[in-house]
């Protein structure tokens, strides 16, 4: 894997994790065959249905945004990954979170950190994206700031189809990450992998 400079945080990134055939075909199965959700999710107090649809495998239940989702086993193709994501990052990891963007809606998700007390201190998080390619975008956080002003303010990592990205170390702690509002041409996947320490 590629190792991308961010101070403060530990990120990699393999641009051709699956083949074009492979993540197609992943793609097209979790399209025809998850049982995708649109929730509603709770922000500064008010409450929104997700600009997204969702799905959540794995050994342990998580929260966020005042969602409390319950672990179901997760299915033999995203059970397969999961082992490949292990292989190729050394990371281990017992839950997958599925994003579904649908195309030709304007959806996002604003800047946070994947901090939930499930997810330990500095939680290993390894995200697949299948579908339309995006940036993923960081920011550092106010205190990260002052530490370090010359850090970038926004700073834009590619994540294609079939690629895989690596977020670990300090990078919760002090980062941000989200995605800017935009009207996707096609759908959409990200499948984050991530361990459950709660249960």
């Not at 929104?48 to 966020?64: C, D, K």
């Not at 193709?77 to 990371?91: D, F, H, K, Y």
């Amino acid at each position: 894997m590629e190792n991308i400079e961010m101070p403060g945080a530990h990120i990699a990134r393999d641009l051709t994790f699956l083949s074009e055939a492979e993540a197609d075909s992943l793609f097209s199965t979790l399209i025809d065959h998850v049982e995708w959700e649109q929730r509603d999710v709770e922000v500064y107090g008010r409450i929104f249905p997700q600009p997204r649809l969702t799905a959540w495998f794995g050994q342990g239940n998580y929260s966020y945004s005042g969602l409390s989702l319950k672990a179901r086993p997760m299915p033999e193709p995203i059970e397969a990954l999961r082992q490949q994501v292990e292989a190729r990052t050394g990371g281990v990891f017992n839950s997958v979170l599925l994003n579904r963007y649908v195309a030709g809606k304007n959806h996002g998700i604003g800047f946070h950190a994947d901090n939930e007390p499930e997810l330990g201190r500095d939680p290993v998080i390894a995200m697949v994206t299948l579908g339309e390619g995006r940036g993923l975008h960081f920011k550092p956080k106010a205190h990260h700031q002052r530490i370090m002003p010359e850090l970038e303010p926004n700073t834009q990592i590619e994540t294609p189809h079939g690629s895989l990205l690596l977020m670990a170390g300090a990078l919760q702690r002090n980062w941000t990450h989200g995605l800017p509002k935009k009207v996707g041409r096609k759908d959409r996947i990200t499948l984050t992998f991530r361990k459950i320490i709660g249960d």
